[in-house]
């Protein structure tokens, strides 16, 4: 073997990421969402987690109904919770309370929700930012709010913008070599920067891989 190719896979070696990249040829996952957790969350019991529509100002009910269904898939699959969506009628009734000005969540609406589909906690999607043609962008925040305190316990959030190319290298890792990828060629990660679907799918997997 020659110098060179003994060094090449010396240093493909040594680093993980890199590793990844000399097995598969592909960028390896960026970690685009942050999170920020209570430091009394693991105190908290939580099995059944209700997923309210997500709201946005300009997001047009089809829209909030792509995301939550996004966001069911994602979290069902990168945690142990039982998922309940929550419909349009639920989320009025917090609207009603003004929580997104405020930035907090009145108890008594947390609660009573949470009675009535038997919840440990409820969790809240918020879109600040979108664009919905390319360049796409999507920008969410994902607060869980406690059945029992209606406090928030967790939160996280992801900008998302289609000419940045850490966020191609992360469509392309996602939908090339998880879950999201497929068969069909007509279907791969470039199919996300043009539909909006694939786009906040992978907006969901990399908050939900937070949780």
């Not at 070696?13 to 990844?20: F, G, I, K, Q, V």
């Not at 060629?185 to 949780?211: E, G, V």
Request: proline share 4%; charged share 20%.
């Amino acid at each position: 073997m020659k110098a060179g190719l003994v060094l090449a896979a010396l240093a493909c070696a040594l680093s993980t990421s890199a590793l990844t990249g000399c097995a598969t040829g592909r960028p390896s996952m960026p970690t685009l969402a942050t999170a920020r957790v209570a430091s009394d969350f693991d105190t908290y019991r939580i099995g059944r987690v209700g997923l309210m529509p997500f709201a946005g100002d300009d997001l047009t009910e089809e829209q909030s109904a792509g995301l939550e269904a996004a966001f069911f898939t994602e979290i069902s699959h990168s945690t142990p919770f039982e998922l309940v969506k929550l419909d349009p009628l639920d989320l009025q009734e917090v609207r009603a309370s003004d929580a997104y000005r405020r930035g907090w969540y009145a108890p008594d609406t947390i609660v009573a929700t949470a009675r009535r589909y038997s919840l440990d906690a409820v969790l809240f999607g918020t879109v600040t930012q979108s664009q919905f043609f390319p360049p796409q962008k999507l920008s969410v925040s994902v607060d869980m709010v406690a059945a029992e305190t209606g406090l928030v316990i967790w939160s996280s959030t992801v900008h998302l913008d289609a000419t940045e190319e850490r966020v191609r290298d992360g469509l392309e890792a996602y939908f090339s070599n998880t879950r999201g990828k497929v068969e069909d060629d007509s279907q791969d990660w470039r199919t996300a920067l043009l539909s909006p679907s694939r786009f906040a799918q992978f907006a969901a997997f990399q908050i939900a891989s937070l949780l």
